[in-house]
């Protein structure tokens, strides 16, 4: 894992792929105290990078895993999304979206006239919308 690391920032992808650069480096530093914690040395295979790429990316079904996807989309770490950051972060995965559908974003997840949302919004948001999927 530190050799990928290493090799994406010298190609320029800590910079070009930021988001993506930080959930790796994030999953290599968690592997690493968990290695140093339970005084072990593991392989870092491809079902272990799995596992903790799950963890970190977060899921919609439990609360624990829309607290990782907020956590993506709260750069600043202030229990608040702004519509700059929503913004930040589609262009950082490379999702086309325009101010026009962040502006419906926050609409939906927070009500008219906001500019951001918090986790209590987001999570009841989302959570309405599994619920409504998994009635269909």
């Known amino acids: ?12 992808l800590d910079e070009k792929y930021s988001l ?6 994030q999953i290599q530093e968690h592997y690493e105290q968990e290695q140093e914690q339970n005084n072990r040395l593991g392989t870092f295979d491809f079902e272990t ?11 919609t079904v439990t ?10 989309l709260d750069k600043k ?6 519509k700059d950051e929503l ?4 262009d950082e995965l490379r999702y086309n979206i325009g101010d026009q559908e962040i502006e419906e974003i926050v609409q939906n ?9 918090n986790f ?5 948001y989302v959570a309405r919308k599994v619920e409504r999927k998994n009635i269909k």
């Open 87 to 90: 913004k930040q972060t589609a």
């Open 1 to 12: 894992m530190k050799d990928i690391l290493m090799t994406a920032q010298t190609l320029g």
């Open 120 to 124: 209590e919004k987001f999570d009841k």
């Open 20 to 25: 993506v650069f930080k959930i790796l480096t």
């Open 49 to 59: 990078f799995i596992l903790y790429l799950t963890q970190y990316l977060g899921n």
């Open 109 to 117: 997840v927070a009500g008219f006239g906001q500019q951001g949302f």
């Open 63 to 72: 609360q624990e895993g829309r607290e990782s996807l907020f956590s993506i």
């Open 77 to 82: 770490s202030r229990n608040f999304v702004t």
